[in-house]
């Protein structure tokens, strides 16, 4: 843009917030206003195009035609791979860059096509019936930290001067269901569960990977609504983690704080109580009643002013006002969207996300010289279970059939759906019968979809869900009953799971043969779950969620309090655990060492085991390290993961996996919320699952435990 004089925030050598404070100093109240919903609009007489906020990158960028579609974020959390989710992360941004440039440049500003992404999604994936969990990294805090960092470094780059994209960890903070009371819900949770369990993977994401933007919740969390929340938004947020970014509404949310939590009787009151409290942008049309808040005294312009400047430091980092000769990422070109590169990265996502389940008496991998394979279920051939929720358009999609049918071209390959997904038709049984009989193998693909489970208004109204929770765990009860028929044929049989949340199969795991997770495995993922039935990959993603038994093991869907939930305070028998996977190969943990068997209060204690493949296949191992307090005076977690590394082993190779704990991962939370160290015992374990489960496991892995002293 053409700088006149005095005009500084045209001037390129001036710092973003420089440019922003001159650039907000010459807006109308109505014009600052205008610029604080997620469709701004143009003030023609700055230099301002309009801009829409509203970008979706979950797992791809979404909804704004092709692009690559990765694995849902459940599933690349399963890869346990936070170098590979970088990887994943820096080809979205590539792809939202060039997607970005190319629209702009034909006058395209609509929504969707933007620099600021609404990704990752940080909560934690307390209880399996919420339909939005397979947006998350799972249930572990330290997992979602990791991969959460990770991703938005990813996304936001690494330039000096300019942001790729702006990254949005959401939604802060306690949101993971009912889907059906996020409007209205109050989320309470203790500051010992907030501190322990529902806030560490955002700080993370801020003060590590310097998240330039924050998306809050829908609820209320203990009383206050989350985006107008003086907690959470400024002492939290601002005052204890130093976050210097901006703060997004999610979509209604400035108005549920009057409509539908009844906190303020007015429509001034909801945007000008966010925006004290530290929420600058909203998604939605409640934030133009600001003008009348201010003519009421409700807000000051000032308080305004301050809101306004941190979305225009975003823009001006994101270089939205400077020529694209001065912004690297401004010459990607169109034609990198969805290609072969990038697809070749979200083939290699879905291989590392797949987990093995269940492999009896090492059924898997199926020999390539069987004749005739039969492929049923409603997920064997539906493109939708791809993909889970927030994508975007696939140049093609490889379900599992068709990535059978490519891996097999020779073999005859038969298929039937057999069912629907949750009607309880059983129409179709007869066929999946008949198929199975003429088949050497059956491999039945079931599971759920974004149909069952899903944010708020996608999941159908049923006996097993409800506007995007689950009711039950189980497999749906008509998948259930094919699943058995197609087994009493006698036809030995390989379960796939495609699905975004634990599932129950409690018969599958004491009858069939083999059973491989595979998620919603996004466009390649056909071929990757081929690859590994058929053994050209050696599965060696781990589960980052408890997959629990019944819903008798969980506490109430509405309870926020940690106890009995997730991995860390369960106290019952999991189906599988968090953290558990089986391979191909055999791994064998041995010489666990600390570098000195006590340490004192405040200080480091770095960790080493050798790890070797003394298997005949080539094949990757998650070696993960857990922390349990053996001697606290406040409830802790039974253990809690403290570290892991996925390494690749070819047979006979060995290797040594170091580890640092920190003060802070030998600290307790006590019931105020207060973090510190006590002296005392903690036991350390290393190995390819939590200890205690090996049984589940095999011989396919190992684990091995030493005792490490804090003294004062």
């Known amino acids: 843009m053409a700088k006149k004089e005095n005009e500084r925030y045209k001037d390129t050598s001036l710092s973003a917030e420089e440019r922003a404070e001159d650039l907000v100093s010459r807006m109308t109240l109505a014009e600052k206003v205008s610029q604080m919903i997620h469709g701004a609009a143009a003030i023609e007489k700055l230099g301002i195009p309009e801009y829409n906020w509203w970008n979706e990158c979950l797992h ?10 990765f694995p849902q974020a459940i599933g690349m ?4 791979n936070t170098d590979l989710l970088g990887r994943v992360a820096d080809v979205i941004s590539t792809e939202a860059r060039a997607k970005h440039h190319d629209f702009a440049r034909r006058g395209d500003r609509g929504i969707y096509k933007g620099l600021t992404y609404w990704s990752p999604n940080i909560n934690i994936f307390r209880d399996p019936r919420w339909g939005r969990g397979h947006e998350t990294y799972g249930e572990d805090p330290y997992l979602t930290a990791r991969m959460g960092v990770a991703f938005v470094k990813g996304l936001q780059g690494d330039d000096p001067k300019y942001l790729k994209l702006v990254a949005t960890p959401k939604h802060y903070a306690v949101h993971s269901g009912p889907e059906k009371d996020r409007h209205h819900f109050d989320a309470k949770a203790s500051e010992k569960d907030m501190r322990e369990t529902y806030l560490p993977a955002f700080k993370a994401t801020v003060q590590e990977a310097k998240a330039e933007s924050i998306m809050g919740a829908y609820n209320r969390t203990n009383g206050e609504a989350c985006c107008a929340s ?5 002492k939290i947020l601002r005052d204890e983690w130093g976050f210097k970014g901006y703060v997004v509404s999610d979509c209604g949310a400035i108005r549920d704080i009057h409509e539908h939590h009844k906190l303020v009787k007015t429509e001034e009151e909801a945007p000008a109580l966010a925006v004290r409290a530290g929420c600058d942008l909203n998604c939605g049309m409640y934030f133009p009643h600001l003008v009348r808040a201010v003519r009421k005294k409700l807000i000051s312009e000032k308080e305004i002013d301050v809101a306004l400047r941190r979305l225009f430091v975003a823009r001006f980092k994101l270089g939205m006002f400077d020529p694209d000769e001065d912004v690297p990422y401004a010459q990607i070109p169109i034609e990198v969207n969805a290609c072969e590169e990038h697809r070749a990265l979200g083939l290699e996502m879905a291989r590392e996300s797949m987990v093995l389940l269940k492999n009896e008496d090492g059924f898997l991998p199926l020999s390539k010289d069987l004749k005739t394979i039969a492929v049923i279920g409603p997920n064997a051939d539906d493109t939708r279970v791809l993909k ?12 599992p059939l068709a990535g059978i049918q490519n891996k097999l071209p020779e073999a005859r390959v038969m298929s039937a759906r057999g069912c629907e997904h949750v009607e309880p038709s059983e129409e179709g049984f007869a066929q999946a019968a008949e198929v199975a009989k003429k088949a050497d193998v059956a491999i039945i693909c079931l599971g759920l979809s974004n149909e069952i489970e899903g944010e708020q208004g996608e999941g159908r109204k049923t006996y097993y869900a409800e506007v995007g929770d689950r009711r039950e765990i189980d497999l749906p009860i008509v998948q259930q009953r094919l699943l058995e028929a197609v087994y009493a044929t006698g036809t030995p049989v390989v379960l796939v799971l495609l699905n975004g949340s634990a599932v129950a199969v409690n018969w599958a795991q004491k009858n069939v043969k083999g059973i491989l997770e595979a998620w919603y495995p996004g466009e390649a993922g056909g071929t990757a779950v081929a690859d590994v039935l058929f053994g050209d990959y050696n599965p060696g993603g781990r589960l980052p969620v408890t997959f629990n038994k019944s819903l008798d093991q969980l506490p109430p869907f509405e309870d926020y309090n940690m106890d009995n939930r997730t991995y860390r305070f369960f106290k ?4 599988y655990p968090f953290g558990f996977g089986l391979s191909y190969t055999k791994f064998k943990y041995a010489n666990l060492r600390t570098g000195k068997t006590k340490v004192s209060l405040g200080e480091s204690a770095d960790v080493s085991v050798e790890v070797e493949n003394v298997g005949r296949r080539a094949g990757d191992e998650v070696a993960q ?6 001697e606290a005076s406040t409830r802790v977690p039974v253990r809690q993961l403290a570290g892991f590394r996925r390494i690749h082993f070819e047979p006979g190779e060995k290797a040594t996996v170091k580890f640092t704990i920190t003060p802070e991962q030998l600290s307790v939370v006590d019931e105020k919320g207060k973090q510190r160290q006590e002296p005392g015992t903690f036991t350390l374990s290393v190995g390819g699952c939590q200890p205690g489960y090996e049984a589940l496991t095999g011989d396919t892995t190992g684990v091995v435990t030493a005792k490490l002293e804090v003294a004062k």
């Open 60 to 69: 791809g960028v979404a909804r704004a035609g092709v692009a690559t579609v």
């Open 77 to 80: 959390a399963a890869s346990w």
């Open 230 to 234: 003086p907690t959470l938004l400024q």
């Open 388 to 399: 889970g929720n927030y994508y975007g358009d696939a140049k093609s999609v490889v379900t």
């Open 572 to 575: 019952g028998e999991p189906l």
């Open 625 to 630: 390290l857990y922390v349990t307090d053996d």
